[in-house]
C-alpha cells in the first residue's frame, strides 16, 4: 500500500483532526486512477457476463440496473467526487473555482469527515482565512428542479471545525440547475458550483 501511495494509484482517506492513534482503525484506501476503478467497480465483477454476452451489449440492463448488482450512476458519483478531489488536490483550479470557493491562494489542504451520525465528501481548509469548506459532490442523472431535498441534506452536516473556524456550505453538481434552484441555495447560504465551473 505505500508504494501504491508513493506511486500516486491510491490515497488514504480517513476522518480529519482525529488523533495519529486513532487513525488506524478508520483508514480507508481509495484509487486515484479513473480507469483502474472503472475496471475493478464495474468490469472485473463483471467479468463473465460480458465473456458470454450473447447479445452483444457490453451490459445489459439486467447487470447495471439492480439495486442489488453494480449500479453505473452510482459509481459515477464516485467518480465524480474523486475528479474534484483530483482538480483541488492537483491545484490547478481556474480562476472560476478560486472565487466560487473563495480561496485566495493554492495553500489548502483537502480533506474528508466522518463519524456514526454524518459523512462529508470533500472538506478543504484554508488556513489563512480560516474557513473550513464543507462540499457536497452530487452526480445527477435527471432533473434537478424539484431536488431540494439536495439543499435540505447539506445543512444537516455536522462538521467539528477547528478552534476559531467559520464554515462554508457548497453543493457541486454534475449539471445545471434552475434559477430557483440557486434562490433557494442562496437563503441557505449554500454555495452552488456546477460541473461547466470546474472544467471551464
Request: proline letters at 3%; charged letters at 20%.
Amino acid at each position: 500500500l505505500s508504494k501504491l501511495q508513493e506511486y500516486g494509484i491510491v490515497f488514504q482517506k480517513y476522518p480529519v483532526h482525529i488523533s495519529p492513534a486513532r487513525r488506524g482503525a478508520g483508514i480507508f484506501y481509495y484509487m486515484k486512477d479513473f480507469y483502474l476503478n472503472f475496471y475493478f467497480q464495474i468490469i472485473e465483477p463483471l467479468l463473465y457476463r460480458i465473456q458470454n454476452n450473447k447479445s452483444g451489449l457490453l451490459f445489459s440492463y439486467e447487470c447495471i440496473g439492480s439495486h442489488e448488482g453494480y449500479y453505473i450512476p452510482n459509481f459515477s458519483g464516485s467518480a465524480f467526487e474523486l475528479l474534484v478531489r483530483y482538480i483541488l488536490e492537483s491545484r490547478t483550479l481556474n480562476e472560476k473555482i478560486f472565487k466560487k470557493l473563495q480561496l485566495v491562494d493554492g495553500n489548502y489542504r483537502v480533506e474528508t469527515y466522518w463519524d456514526k451520525h454524518t459523512q462529508i465528501d470533500i472538506i478543504v481548509e484554508h488556513q489563512k482565512d480560516r474557513i473550513a469548506r464543507i462540499l457536497e459532490c452530487k452526480w445527477i442523472t435527471n432533473s434537478i428542479n424539484q431536488s431540494s431535498q439536495f439543499i435540505k441534506e447539506v445543512c444537516k452536516k455536522q462538521y467539528p471545525a477547528p478552534a476559531h473556524y467559520v464554515q462554508k456550505k457548497f453543493l457541486i453538481l454534475s449539471q445545471k440547475c434552475s434559477q430557483e434552484f440557486m434562490n433557494e441555495a442562496q437563503k441557505q447560504d449554500i454555495g452552488i458550483l456546477q460541473l461547466d465551473g470546474l472544467l471551464v
